[in-house]
């Protein structure tokens, strides 16, 4: 128990501002140790146990290809739309230095394994920044921190990050700038906003749901045009990036009237609507009940943050069928939205009357 405030000798003021900033440094490095620890065991497998190019990630010409592609400097006009646009990890990847050399003849770091192990190191950073992230956000929901560390053992478990946060591809930052951008909106802090979207839409074009959920979560309407204005620089920067820089070459459809064309081809052609349950169900698996009961509660109180901001969870359902993209890598992005409402859902069905104790 806290002592009474009386009791603290002269000048305790100004060392009890200190001690809560130590208090505070080390509560968020501890926060971050263990998401840096669930991240290396994420990234791990991916990294050591199976091959680049897996038939499952794409192989040569899919998601993997492209951005390994990238990493070895193929000029972008060459690589496909939309992944020549996701520069951020596959660059970083190349600033990662390789081993040293006494530790090779420990590791397999040669060819495949090396690209492997430097796309790992910056995921494995992204994946700790985002459980971090994760942890913050909840807080400003709300959430007391172990609700918040339950969200983000949810988030590691999930289906698309332990399958494909690790590998050679761009989500794990994708997550964390979506996450950052999420945070600073709730903080209100315009500066690190902008930072998120103009690092973000060069990771993965999924930050622009930040202008969305700029608009959703609730603030005086001067503040909502802020954020938004935060957001401008990043969507610029993406629009010259994708529209006047590199414009035009083969990829994914360009307009959803193609996409929505060859969505009803697909439907007519066989089983599509259960790829479509396998596919989506994925993403959340378990969680989707939970989110669906927490949604329930969440919605009862006046003005929820988190109850504003599930409107958009059927945006990003709708999404994949507009752009003709896979279906549970992208619903996962809602993931800010599903996990802390699936926590509400496990708060309702573990603890149903307020107070109780475990």
């Known amino acids: 128990m806290m ?37 290396v065991a994420v990234v791990y497998p991916a990294a050591s146990k199976y091959p680049l190019f897996d038939p499952g990630l794409g192989g040569t010409k899919g998601d993997v290809g492209q951005y390994v592609s990238m990493y070895r400097g193929e000029p972008l006009a ?13 660059f970083a990847a190349r600033l990662v230095p390789v081993p040293p050399h006494g530790l090779l003849g420990y590791f397999d770091c040669g060819g495949d394994k090396l690209i492997q192990l430097r796309f790992g190191l910056v995921n494995m950073v992204g994946l700790a920044a985002g ?16 609700e918040s560390l339950v969200a983000a053992l949810l988030f590691y478990t999930a289906f698309p990050v332990t399958n494909y946060g690790g590998t050679a ?71 010259v990036f994708r529209g006047v820089l590199f414009p035009g070459g083969c990829g994914f459809p360009g307009d959803p009237a193609t996409s929505i064309e060859n969505l009803v081809l697909r439907l007519q052609r066989g089983p599509y609507l259960i790829w479509i349950a396998w596919d989506g ?31 958009l969870v059927p945006l990003i359902l709708l999404t994949p069928f507009l752009i003709g993209s896979n279906i549970g890598r992208i619903w996962f992005y809602a993931f800010p939205v599903m996990i802390p409402l699936a926590v509400v859902g496990l708060r309702r069905l573990l603890w149903p009357v307020r107070g109780a104790t475990a």
């Open 3 to 39: 002592r009474p405030a009386s009791n603290a000798p002269a000048g305790g003021s100004a060392r009890s501002g200190r001690s809560g900033g130590i208090d505070a440094a080390r509560r968020w490095f501890t926060i971050a140790f263990v998401c840096l620890g669930a991240a």
């Open 78 to 90: 060459g690589i496909a739309r939309p992944f020549r646009y996701r520069v951020f990890t596959p």
């Open 131 to 146: 459980g971090t992230l994760l942890v913050a956000f909840c807080e400003t929901l709300g959430f007391a921190t172990i």
């Open 169 to 239: 591809m761009v989500d794990a930052w994708g997550y964390a700038f979506l996450l950052l951008g999420l945070l600073a909106i709730r903080r209100e802090s315009f500066l690190l906003l902008a930072a998120a979207g103009i690092a973000g839409m060069l990771a993965k074009e999924t930050t622009a749901l930040l202008v969305p959920a700029a608009l959703l979560l609730p603030g005086p309407r001067g503040r909502v045009f802020t954020r938004l204005a935060a957001l401008v620089p990043g969507l610029a920067l993406y629009a």
């Open 281 to 311: 169900g994925t993403a959340f698996l378990a969680l989707w009940p939970l989110a669906l009961l927490g949604w329930l509660e969440a919605r009862r109180g006046f003005g929820n943050p988190l109850a504003r901001l599930a409107w």
